[in-house]
């Protein structure tokens, strides 16, 4: 797999700095909000970058291993809630309104079809259980990377300048474990979380799951792909795509929480360069999250205890995007605001 991924513009980033130390405010006293301004200019090559159209993708996908009783919920579950964000009721159409966000709905492999309203890109009915079976054969996960990849050209061509990944699958998160586990070598226990909500029994038997299907595939961390065709997920495999196609167009991707992040790790595990292009919304509550963030050297920008998915972490950061942005463009200048400089200065 070819993947050629843009070098980080460093003028760019240099001439937004320059413009912010100009800003009537003591230099970087807006932190994070300064060094997410700087980031995005040198991702887009532009350093007054302006997203006028967001896309949040949301890939839904069944999982297979849902027969282990890995989730506290049902699998018809995520068809159901397909329904619902083609309706607009769920989290994720709430919160990508207030951002100004589309939402674009992705059927990768959900059981039961859905209605319409939703990007049919299908590879099967779910994967298969991880604990007796590869999840998805080598060319289902390299078609599921590729058509993450077209999508991303795809919502380029349409005008989107900022990508926001989310995603829905009853039992993804043991999956997103397993995929964490295999890429950065930690142990199951310590990556793998409550998901929908088990209890503490349950959560041992999640860990021992996933440990049994990890000690059946030994997956290669040096073959991603691989990894994901073992103990990956459709809507998984879609998303790592998803981040490549976005960061070979320079396209900002703000990632979710832990599913959205063990997709990342895939993507950079085939392409490096593309963390550039990464912002971390926020710090899931599942474990594995944090391990995720700290292997791709990303820093949350929000921790507020979420674990619900659908990109609902991604919706909330894009309006510390949006701050960024605007207090790169309106905030005055010393000299025109007629504000005196620092005294050592
Ligand atoms: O984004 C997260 O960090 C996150 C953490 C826990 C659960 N989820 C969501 O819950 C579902 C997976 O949970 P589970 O318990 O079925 O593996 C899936 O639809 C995810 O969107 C998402
Ligand atoms: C209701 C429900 C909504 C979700 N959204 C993402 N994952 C989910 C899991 C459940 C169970």
Redesign the pocket.
């Known amino acids: 797999m070819r993947i050629d991924i843009p070098a980080f513009d460093q003028a760019a980033a240099e001439a937004a700095q320059h413009r912010l130390d100009r800003l009537t405010k003591p230099q970087g006293s807006l932190g994070r909000l300064e060094e997410l301004a700087v980031r995005l200019a040198g991702m887009t090559g532009n350093p007054r970058c302006r997203f006028e159209r967001r896309t949040v993708v949301v890939m839904a996908a069944d999982h297979g291993v849902t027969e282990e009783a890995?989730?506290?919920?049902p699998q018809e579950v995520?068809a159901q809630?397909v329904a619902n964000f083609a309706a607009g009721g769920a989290g994720i159409n709430v919160l990508a309104r207030q951002a100004r966000a589309q939402v674009v709905v992705v059927d990768m492999g959900v059981r039961t079809r859905s209605a319409t309203g939703v990007l049919d890109r299908r590879l099967g009915p779910g994967t298969r259980n991880m604990t007796r079976e590869p999840a998805m054969s080598r060319a289902q996960a390299e078609a599921a990377v590729a058509a993450g990849r077209e999508l991303a050209g795809q919502l380029a061509a349409g005008g989107t300048s900022i990508l926001l990944t989310g995603?829905?699958?009853?039992?993804?998160?043991?999956a997103a474990s397993a995929v964490t586990a295999a890429l950065t070598g930690r142990p199951a226990a310590e990556v793998t979380?409550?998901?929908?909500?088990?209890d503490h029994g349950a959560l041992a038997h999640k860990i021992a799951v996933v440990e049994r299907a990890l000690a059946l595939h030994r997956p290669d961390p040096a073959d991603p792909i691989g990894v994901l065709s073992a103990v990956g997920g459709f809507e998984i495999a879609g998303l790592a795509g998803l981040v490549l196609g976005a960061a070979e167009r320079r396209i900002p991707v703000i990632l979710?929480?832990?599913?959205?992040g063990s997709a990342a790790l895939a993507a950079c595990s085939l392409a490096p360069a593309a963390r550039e292009y990464l912002i971390a919304s926020h710090r899931?509550?599942?474990p594995g999250?944090r391990i995720i963030l700290e292997a791709l050297g990303l820093e949350p920008l929000l921790d507020l205890g979420?674990?619900?998915?659908?990109g609902t972490?991604a919706a909330l950061a894009l309006q510390l995007v949006d701050a960024a942005v605007a207090i790169r463009d309106e905030m005055a200048e010393f000299a025109e605001a007629g504000v005196s400089e620092r005294l050592d200065g």
């Open positions: 890995v989730s506290a919920f995520t809630m995603e829905m699958g009853i039992g993804n998160t043991t979380g409550r998901g929908t909500g088990l979710d929480g832990f599913i959205t899931s509550v599942e999250h979420l674990r619900l998915g659908e972490g």
